[in-house]
């Protein structure tokens, strides 16, 4: 028989052991506390409560450090019932900056998501590494953290000042957001101050306004709530590794509803602007798309969204910018996106309407060649299913990153009848030619025919109603589903952020 103990004997252990983690769990104080939810904002371990399903959060690492959890809170949770790895800074406790301890919980949440296969999430509000805890010779969270690109889905909220080491997980991230109080920087207003005499404040640095119009934070949340909805939001089009495939939700949409709006929307006249947002929401499910990076590179409109209750990956050209016309910060913004996708078995649906990559000194200064090779590379590499409709225009280079070319692993290509195609515009290349007034005439004629005349060379699947492109849309996605077997192992992204 088993020895009985006294349950008595575990008591004196046990209170030891509440009242080490209820000083950790403590904080910074409830003076810091108090001044840390001014505005509305969330005490570190309240985002964490709002981030994951109610009653979820399972601590690890709670006792590291000589000062309340290292000023890190790590541990595992769960979103709409999946496993996910959470750090969350802790800036009442020594401004959020990194120790051994805190290094050490960081690498391990990383390693952790990795090895189990699940997203990792980081809220940051720091100061970087700390005064005095340099020179230490040990792996640094970073490396495990660039290791799970393309692996595990990666999402890190800028909800406060974050500075130097710690920031740097932003820029490596696949989806990163801010809130109105979020600014990152290499390094802060002080060190700015001493190594170049310039006096900034961290929202010159790295504030909403610079961090979005550089391209390094993706979306803007309204408040510490919001941040913690839009990841929850952006991870449900996602699988929780490369080694599973995006869940697939019931709906209600029918996937064969007609999409006659569309007629109402996009003008015959393809000088004629309109909002591409809204052509989207007519081919998704209803209410089911999320943007992603609409302040940056605005002339595409990257969302992930459902057709049929699948995820997919948007790529759709704005011809209310720039007339569509595929400039560098676009063309950037789109690699990232679709590399993102690739990895995580996202299918990508092209809606293109350009004139080309956007022409003049100021594009070519801005390496739009660079940015738009990167683009087309990603495209043309990807492995999911890829299904293209040109709208009512793509021209030259434009085109090909938009995945129009012919025998480039399109599930389907489809095109509305009068869609203009070429080298270049009618008008453009008339004038290049020298051509006189019945030439030009002659080439206006032709554009206006191209479509036509490369569904008769088969340079569509399918010349199709606008009426009926949900149902085409829908139809093809359907068919490549069925290639779908064990998903292929992951493949390794450049790890860096456009």
């Known amino acids: 028989m088993w020895a009985v103990g006294d349950r008595s004997d575990w008591n004196d252990t046990r209170a030891d052991l509440a009242a080490r983690q209820q000083a950790a769990r403590a904080m910074g104080g409830e003076e810091r506390l108090t001044k840390q ?35 890190i809170i790590t541990g595992t949770g769960l979103i709409d019932g999946r496993p996910v790895m959470v750090g969350a800074e802790d800036f009442t406790v020594l401004a959020g900056s990194i120790g051994a301890g805190s290094n050490a ?28 805890e340099h020179g230490v010779r040990s792996p640094t969270d970073l490396m495990m953290q660039a290791k799970c690109s393309g692996i595990v889905p990666v999402v890190t909220a800028i909800v406060g000042p974050s500075a130097g080491h710690g920031a740097l997980i932003a820029p490596m991230s696949d989806f990163t957001l801010m809130s109105p109080h979020g600014a990152v920087f290499t390094a802060g207003p002080p060190v700015v101050k001493d190594s170049l005499g310039e006096d900034v404040t961290k929202e010159q640095l790295g504030g909403p306004a610079v ?57 015959r006249n393809g000088r004629q602007g309109y909002d591409m947002c809204e052509v989207i929401s007519c081919v998704v499910d209803e209410g089911s798309w999320f943007e992603v990076q609409s302040k940056f590179g605005r002339a595409i409109v990257c969302a992930l969204a459902r057709i049929g209750g699948l995820p997919v990956a948007v790529i759709a050209n704005q011809p209310m910018v720039l007339a569509g016309s595929v400039d560098a910060d676009a063309a950037d913004k789109a690699a990232h996106f679709i590399d993102v996708a690739d990895a995580f078995h996202l299918p990508l649906v092209f809606l293109a309407d350009n004139p080309g990559m956007l022409p003049g000194s100021a594009s070519e200064k801005a390496g739009v060649l660079r940015s738009g090779a990167r683009m087309f590379a990603a495209q043309t590499r990807a492995r999911v299913p ?15 990153v938009m995945s129009l070319p012919a025998f480039d692993g399109q599930t389907a290509t489809f095109g509305y009848p009068g869609a203009t195609l070429g080298a270049m515009g009618a008008s453009a290349f008339a004038e290049s030619l020298g051509s ?40 093809a996605l359907l068919l490549a589903m069925n290639r779908r077997q064990v998903p292929a192992g992951p493949r390794q992204m450049s790890a860096v952020t456009p």
């Not at 890829?386 to 090909?400: D, E, I, P």
């Open 211 to 267: 961090a979005l119009a550089s391209g390094l934070i993706h979306n803007l949340a309204d408040s510490d709530a919001d941040v913690a909805k839009q990841i929850r939001a952006y991870l449900s089009y996602f699988p929780s590794s490369a080694w599973s495939y995006p869940p697939v939700r019931t709906t209600t949409d029918a996937t064969n509803r007609d999409t006659e709006a569309i007629l109402d929307i996009v003008p």
């Open 105 to 132: 919980k960081r690498y391990r949440i990383a390693e952790l998501a990795l090895q189990e296969k699940v997203p990792l999430i980081m809220l940051l509000e720091g100061a970087g590494h700390r005064a005095g």
């Open 37 to 71: 939810r001014r505005d509305g904002r969330l005490d570190v371990r309240a985002r964490i409560e709002a981030l994951v399903d109610r009653g979820s959060f399972r601590e690890i690492g709670t006792m590291v450090g000589d000062v309340p959890s290292d000023a």
């Open 436 to 475: 006189d007034s019945d030439e030009a005439e002659r080439l206006r004629r032709l554009e206006t025919d191209a479509s036509l005349r490369s569904a008769e060379r088969f340079g569509f699947d399918e010349l199709i109603d606008p009426v009926d492109t949900r149902r085409h849309i829908a139809g």
């Open 386 to 400: 890829k299904v293209h409709l040109t709208l009512r225009k793509a021209y030259g280079f434009g085109s090909m």
